[in-house]
């Protein structure tokens, strides 16, 4: 009997990636995290933040923040659409900096190193095309522009 051939299926997941500006800045290895799609923006953001601190930081800059969280320079922050805070993409750092993102299909291949990984990126939400433009007139009317 021939052996069974199994396609693995993609996850959906929380992806955490070092990126950077200039080859000066190359890290040593582009994925920093993999965690769970059920994971909260907020605690997906706390543990980037953490992570960047302890990856980036010195040993003193690290006592300082465990004792103090307003010390960390750069806290990790969600994305913005126009305006708007959208929890799917949270960055922290300078450069190199950490980039968390929800993702689909993430795969690695058997036996596999980084450069073998894959995933599809999310797009942002286009509120306009979701909710309708408002257009406020006044401090009573909205959405159509009507008058108040």
């Known amino acids: 009997m021939p052996a069974r051939v199994t396609r693995e299926r993609g996850i959906a997941a929380w992806l955490v990636t070092w990126e950077h ?4 800045a190359t890290p040593r290895r582009r994925i920093a995290a ?10 997906v953001r706390a543990h980037v933040e953490w992570l960047y601190a302890n990856e980036s930081y010195s040993l003193r800059e690290r006592i300082a923040y465990a004792r103090n969280k307003s010390f960390n320079p750069y806290p990790a922050r969600f994305t913005s659409v126009r305006g708007v805070s959208w929890e799917g993409q949270i960055f922290c750092g300078h450069n190199p900096f950490l980039f968390a993102r929800l993702v689909t299909d993430l795969r690695a291949a058997d ?36 008058a108040a």
């Open 21 to 24: 500006a200039g080859d000066h």
């Open 34 to 43: 993999v965690l769970s799609p059920h994971w909260s923006g907020e605690r």
């Open 111 to 146: 036996h596999s190193d980084e450069a073998q990984v894959t995933w599809k990126e999310r797009t942002p939400p286009d509120w306009d095309r979701q909710f309708g433009t408002l257009n406020f007139k006044g401090s009573s009317s909205y959405g159509d522009g009507g």
